[in-house]
């Protein structure tokens, strides 16, 4: 997660997919960032990492693990204030919790789906 937890700002991005290996490079050469390994006990998964200054700026993830009932594509990590008043919020607007709230870096998240179908992470540092 980001060094800067402010609720409201997308603290993480990353990305949940078969081929995480296979992801991690195609970004290495299309945006040139650079890597480092996440163990994650059996296999690692990889924390994207700017070309000039290695500072950490997305995941690319297995679907495997505690990863594995997240979705695909990107997943932005919103940061909130309390997570399962956010997660209640989401119920009542019209959107679903489609992960429930369970622990992160320290934190807690769950994934939501909004209205219009789309796919995020609240996050509660």
Request: glycine share 14%; proline share 4%.
């Amino acid at each position: 997660m980001s060094d800067n937890m402010q609720v409201g700002k997308i603290g993480w991005i990353d990305m949940t997919v078969g081929d995480a290996g296979g992801l991690r490079d195609f970004y290495k050469a299309v945006v040139g960032w650079g890597s480092e390994n996440v163990s994650m006990g059996d296999y690692s998964d990889y924390s994207m990492t700017m070309p000039a200054n290695d500072e950490a700026v997305s995941g690319i993830c297995h679907a495997r693990g505690s990863n594995a009932d997240l979705p695909s594509g990107w997943l932005i990590y919103i940061i909130v204030e309390d997570v399962e008043a956010s997660a209640a919020a989401c119920t009542e607007h019209g959107g679903e919790v489609i992960i429930p709230i369970k622990g992160l870096a320290g934190g807690r998240f769950c994934v939501i789906r909004d209205p219009a179908g789309s796919t995020s992470a609240v996050y509660q540092p």
